[in-house]
C-alpha cells in the first residue's frame, strides 16, 4: 500500500511538471520504477499504459484553456505513434542485464539535456505564427516517440524543446499540443509492449496508482502552463533525474563504483543541481537587458 501511495503522488507530480514543461512525465515516472527495481521494459510498459489516460486527461484540459493547435497535433502525433510502436518492440527484446543501463544512460542524457537547456537558454519567440511542416514535424515525432518507448520518456524532451526552437508557436501551445499528441504515443507503444512483453512484469495496480495522481494534476497543470514560467521547473527536474539515475548507473555492473566515489558524485550533482535552480529564479526575477522587460509570467506563453 505504501508503494502504492507513493506512485500516486509521483503521478500527480509527474504530471504537474509534463503539463507545464510538456516533458518529464514519463522520464520521471520510469525513473522511479527503476530505482525500486522494476524491470526496464515492465517500467516503460506500465507508465506508458498509465500515459494512455493522463495525456488524454491533459489533452483535454489542454484544449479548454486554448492550448492545442490541432494540426500540430496531427502532424507529429501520427509518425510519433509509428516510432513508439517501434521503440516498444526493440526494448522487448533486450535482456534485463543491458536493458536497465542502456535506459539508465538515456534517462541520465536526457535529465542533463533538460537541466542544460532550461538553465542556461531562454525560450525563442522569433518567426512566431509561422506554419510548421511535415518535413520539420515528421521525422521529429518519429525520432521522439522511438526515444520515448525505448527509454521510458522522451516524447516531450525531443519534441517540446524543438517546436519550441523554431520560434513559429506559443510556448503554452507547443506544450498543449506535444502534451495531446502524446496520446497517439502512449497508445502506440501500450501495443507495442502487449505484443512483445504480453502482461509479463506490467504491475495493473501501479499503473493504475499513476494514472490517479496524473487525473488529478492535469487539469492543475494545464493552469500552471499559462501563468507560471517553466524555467526553475525544468531544472528542478533535470537534477533530480540526472542524480537518481547517475545512482542507477554507478550501482550497476558496468560501473560498480565504490562508496567513497558515489557519494562524492552524488554531492558534486547536487552542487550543481541547487546552483541552476538558484540561477534559473535570478533570470527570472532579472529578465535579460537584451529582451523586452515583461511579466515572468509571459515565459510560459
Known amino acids: ?94 535482456s534485463t542485464d543491458l536493458a536497465k543501463p542502456v535506459m539508465a544512460l538515456a534517462l541520465l542524457g536526457l535529465g542533463i539535456y533538460l537541466l ?75 501495443i507495442g509492449f502487449l505484443v512483445g512483453l504480453g502482461t509479463a512484469g506490467i504491475n495493473a495496480t501501479w499503473a493504475l496508482a499513476l494514472l490517479v495522481g496524473g487525473l488529478i494534476a492535469a487539469p492543475i497543470a494545464a493552469w500552471v502552463v499559462r501563468h507560471v514560467p517553466p524555467r526553475v521547473l525544468g531544472s528542478a527536474v533535470g537534477g533530480l533525474i540526472v542524480l537518481t539515475n547517475t545512482r542507477t548507473l554507478l550501482r550497476g555492473e558496468w560501473i560498480d563504483a565504490g562508496t567513497t566515489t558515489r557519494w562524492a558524485t552524488y554531492l558534486a550533482i547536487t552542487v550543481v543541481w541547487v546552483a541552476a535552480v538558484a540561477y534559473s529564479l535570478s533570470r527570472i526575477r532579472r529578465p535579460s537587458a537584451a529582451a523586452p522587460t515583461e511579466p515572468a509570467t509571459s515565459i510560459a506563453g
Open 116 to 190: 542544460g537547456r532550461f538553465t542556461l537558454l531562454d525560450l525563442p519567440r522569433h518567426h512566431l505564427g509561422r506554419p510548421l511542416g511535415k518535413r520539420f514535424l515528421t521525422p521529429l515525432g518519429l525520432v521522439a516517440g522511438f526515444l520515448d518507448a525505448t527509454g521510458g520518456g522522451g516524447w516531450g524532451p525531443v519534441g517540446t524543446p524543438a517546436v519550441l526552437a523554431s520560434g513559429r508557436m506559443e510556448p503554452r501551445k507547443v506544450i498543449g499540443s506535444i502534451d495531446t499528441s502524446e496520446f497517439l504515443v502512449a497508445v502506440a507503444a501500450s
Open 1 to 94: 500500500m505504501r508503494t502504492v501511495i507513493l506512485l500516486a503522488l509521483a503521478g500527480l507530480a509527474a504530471q504537474l511538471v509534463d503539463g507545464s514543461l510538456g516533458m518529464a512525465y514519463g522520464v520521471t515516472s520510469t525513473t522511479l520504477l527503476l530505482a525500486i527495481g522494476t524491470n526496464p521494459a515492465a517500467a516503460s510498459a506500465t507508465v506508458h499504459l498509465a500515459e494512455i489516460g493522463t495525456t488524454l486527461a491533459s489533452g483535454a484540459a489542454h484544449w479548454k484553456f486554448g492550448n492545442v493547435d490541432w494540426r500540430v497535433v496531427a502532424k507529429i502525433g501520427v509518425p510519433g505513434a509509428v516510432g513508439a510502436f517501434l521503440g516498444a518492440t526493440v526494448l522487448s527484446s533486450l
